[in-house]
């Protein structure tokens, strides 16, 4: 019997080896320990015994504002119903996400 590879490992490699990265929240804490080159960007975690301070707080309100499109545009592909039942290529899916995300963007514009 092979040994398996944890999922952090398996879902670090692939960013790492095609040069992205990731924006994420503090349940991603630890996923990525290359402090010189991070693939996984979090945010700074208080504890009872140490507070955060003011740069660290200004930190993690960063990190929120530039993950708040991504976590929208999520929920309003999620209003397609169609992906529910979507089982296709990854890269006919990646166009029809495209497609759906400009409809998703004139619909919030245009208030329809």
Same mark, same amino acid.
């Given at each position: 019997?092979?040994?398996? #590879? ?65 976590? #929208?545009?999520?929920?309003? %592909?999620?209003?397609? #119903? ?13 166009? %029809? ?16």
């Amino acid at each position: 019997m092979s040994s398996t #590879r944890s999922g952090s490992t398996r879902k670090r490699a692939h960013p790492r080896a095609a040069g992205l990265g990731a924006l994420a929240d503090l349940g991603f804490l630890g996923l990525d320990d290359d402090g010189d080159d991070p693939v996984v960007v979090t945010g700074f975690k208080a504890t009872r015994a140490r507070r955060l301070t003011s740069a660290g707080k200004e930190a993690n309100w960063v990190l929120a504002a530039g993950r708040v499109p991504v976590e #929208r545009g999520f929920a309003h %592909l999620k209003n397609w #119903r169609i992906l529910t039942q979507l089982r296709s290529d990854p890269a006919l899916a990646t166009h %029809l996400f495209r497609a759906l995300l400009v409809l998703t963007n004139i619909e919030a514009a245009t208030g329809n």
